[in-house]
C-alpha cells in the first residue's frame, strides 16, 4: 500500500484482502494519531470485494474524519464493491469518485471554497 501524506490529504492505494484490513487499521491508528488529520482518498480499483469488517472499519475511518471536520473520498470502487455498498445502503453515506486525481481536485476546491 502506498500511502502519502501532505499537510491536508491522505491517498492510500488498497489492495485486496488480506492486506485490505491491515491498511484500513494503519490509516485509522494514523488519522487517530494526527493532530489535524487529514482528507483521505481511498482508491479501491485493485480491491476485488470486501467483508463486513472491511466495511466497519471504512465507517470507523468516516466518523473519525466526520468529527474532525474532514472527508473521505473513494475512488476506482470496482463494480463488486460497489454492488456490496448498494445493497447495504452504504453508497449513500460515503463520497465517490471515478479516479484519485477526480478525487484530489474535489477536495482541493472545497478547501479553497471553505476558506
Given at each position: 500500500m502506498a500511502v502519502e501524506w501532505s499537510d491536508?490529504?491522505?491517498?492510500?492505494?488498497?489492495?485486496?484482502?488480506p492486506a485490505?484490513?491491515?491498511?484500513?487499521?494503519l490509516?485509522?491508528?494514523?488519522?487517530?494519531a494526527a493532530d489535524a488529520p487529514p482528507h483521505a482518498v481511498l482508491d479501491?480499483?485493485?480491491v476485488s470485494y470486501i467483508n463486513s469488517s472491511n466495511i466497519?472499519?471504512?465507517?470507523?475511518l468516516r466518523k473519525l474524519?466526520?468529527?474532525?471536520g474532514r472527508t473521505m473520498r473513494l475512488t476506482g470502487v470496482t463494480d463488486d464493491?460497489?454492488?456490496?455498498?448498494?445493497?447495504?445502503?452504504?453508497?449513500?453515506?460515503?463520497?465517490f469518485a471515478p479516479d484519485t486525481l477526480t478525487a484530489l481536485a474535489g477536495l482541493q476546491?472545497?478547501?479553497s471554497e471553505e476558506s
Open positions: 491536508t490529504i491522505l491517498v492510500a492505494n488498497l489492495a485486496d484482502e485490505l484490513s491491515d491498511e484500513l487499521s490509516i485509522c491508528e494514523k488519522v487517530e479501491f480499483a485493485e466497519a472499519q471504512l465507517l470507523r474524519l466526520d468529527e474532525s464493491v460497489m454492488s456490496v455498498l448498494m445493497v447495504s445502503g452504504l453508497d449513500k453515506l460515503f463520497k476546491l472545497g478547501d
